[in-house]
């Protein structure tokens, strides 16, 4: 089956840095990738996706690389703030929404 | 628009004992899933379901879990007898695509399990 490995487990950045979250990916047959945000105590919730036909996504600060051939997508946050504060998880799918997760990665934006 | 509602929220267990989780997935809602997140780790898929049919539940621990969604709508988890490692959050999540088809999945609050 699909493995996903996430990488940092924590990430500490200034308020306005950037910060750069990278997941690996072991299935060749996986096409699309979702990033998803969870707040303490909260439910997880998508941030961004990207599909395997499509090298990079970006949406306001949020944006996503894909590199297949080497099987790996990151994503990055530009200008963090505050709120930005969260785990987040990379995810793999080689079918459908039967997603494999990263172990996540806790971020913290210090003000 | 109601999001996925699960419950109980929270619920404590001694070890051998049984316990059920409920989840009502958004209306229209066609797949349903039910992850386990460990403390520290990332959701684990445990069963997928479309409409009333199993999708996927090649990792579902199938002598002590148990899942059914009879009327292709609300779904029940069960666990029979616990284990300590099954102390977990039990996450379900749905989706208005078909399993085939990637897209957002919906999570609930989901429902904090302790084995003691």
């Known amino acids: 089956g699909e493995n996903v490995e996430q990488h940092p487990s924590t990430l500490s950045v200034q308020e306005g840095d950037s910060a750069v979250i990278k997941c690996t990916y072991s299935?060749?047959?996986?096409?699309?990738f979702p990033w998803y945000k969870q707040e303490l105590g909260k439910r997880p919730q998508l941030i961004i996706d990207?599909?395997?036909?499509?090298g990079e996504k970006k949406d306001q600060r949020i944006a996503v690389t894909l590199n297949k051939t080497a099987k790996h997508f990151s994503l990055h946050i530009t200008e963090t703030q505050p709120e930005d504060s969260a785990v987040y998880f990379c995810a793999a799918s080689p079918q459908g929404n039967k997603l494999t997760f990263g172990g996540g990665t806790r971020v913290l934006v210090k003000p | 628009e109601a999001g996925v509602a699960q419950s109980p929220r929270y619920k404590i267990i001694e070890k051998r004992q049984s316990v059920a989780f409920w989840c009502n997935p958004i209306?229209?809602?066609?797949?349903l899933y039910w992850y386990q997140q460990i403390l520290g780790q990332g959701p684990k898929l445990l069963i997928q379901f479309q409409n009333n049919g199993v999708v996927d539940d090649s990792q579902l621990p199938k002598d002590r879990f148990s899942a059914e969604r009879l009327k292709g709508v609300d779904s029940t988890l069960k666990i029979q007898p616990a284990k300590l490692e099954d102390s977990a959050v039990y996450l379900c999540?749905?989706?208005?695509?078909?399993?085939?088809?990637?897209?957002?999945?919906?999570f609930g609050e989901g429902s904090r399990l302790t084995v003691l």
């Open positions: 990207i599909r395997s036909n499509v």
């Open positions: 999540a749905s989706s208005l695509r078909l399993a085939e088809i990637p897209g957002e999945l919906f």
């Open positions: 209306s229209g809602h066609a797949t």
């Open positions: 299935d060749s047959a996986s096409n699309y």
